[in-house]
């Protein structure tokens, strides 16, 4: 079954804007982790947080996490054309959602 | 940065044919990899399992028998889809965890997508 559920299902955005997807789970978690998949393509990972950590950033992309609502939240920053993409988050039980399509417009 | 490798990217073959996939980890050791099937806009579904040295795990709904997995070392996992019909068209995709630790990403290979006649 899936843990993981993104939110919006789809998001399309001027260069330069940022973009926030979300993404909410059932279970108690260890950790949780983005990842990113390019149209036919595999997933490549971005970032796991950790279920005592709050906030994570790495470059333009900042994941929090709030365990009391089963939720977290994925930041880009500054988008550029080269972010279009699928995000999907995942739990440590390997579920995954059916992921946020974003599109950047140049 | 850890690197998988799936092969084939894709295949296109009569239906009835065996096909097999391969996933392989290229910079790390991975006792568990992971085996996914993907529709068309739609998430990532888990297969099963695949635990070198010992027999796969397979998801509620998967025919194992249907789906062969052989684990047989710590960077190579194959799956094999035996008498492939048109309904098993999708897109497949690999992954493998670093053996290292608790906590590790999995790293997924590129996907083989299979189209069958």
């Known amino acids: 079954s899936q843990q993981g559920e993104e939110d919006p299902q789809a998001l399309s955005i001027q260069e330069g804007e940022n973009a926030t997807m979300n993404c909410s789970y059932k279970?108690?978690?260890?950790?949780l982790q983005w990842y990113r998949q390019n149209s036919g393509r595999g997933l490549v990972h971005l970032i796991l947080i950790r279920s005592n950590e709050r906030e994570k950033h790495s470059g333009r992309l900042r994941v929090t996490l709030d365990t009391s609502k089963k939720s977290s939240s994925l930041l880009i920053t500054a988008s550029r054309a080269a972010d279009t993409a699928s995000y999907f988050c995942a739990t440590d039980e390997l579920s995954f959602g059916a992921g946020t399509t974003v599109t950047v417009r140049a | 940065g850890a690197v998988v490798s799936q092969h084939p990217s894709w295949v296109i073959c009569k239906s009835g044919t065996s096909v097999k996939i391969e996933c392989r980890s290229l910079?790390?050791?991975?006792?568990?990899m992971f085996w996914y099937r993907q529709f068309p806009k739609q998430s990532l579904m888990l297969m099963a399992t695949?635990?070198?040295?010992?027999?796969?795990?397979?998801e509620q709904g998967v025919e194992k028998d249907k789906f062969l997995i052989n684990h047989a070392s710590l960077t190579l996992s194959t799956l094999t889809v035996t008498s492939a019909h048109p309904e098993d068209s999708s897109f497949y995709i690999c992954s493998a965890r670093d053996s290292g630790g608790g906590g590790q990403p999995q790293h997924f290979g590129d996907g083989t997508r299979l189209s069958i006649l």
């Open positions: 910079d790390f050791q991975a006792t568990t």
């Open positions: 695949s635990n070198e040295g010992s027999k796969a795990t397979y």
């Open positions: 279970t108690s978690i260890n950790n």
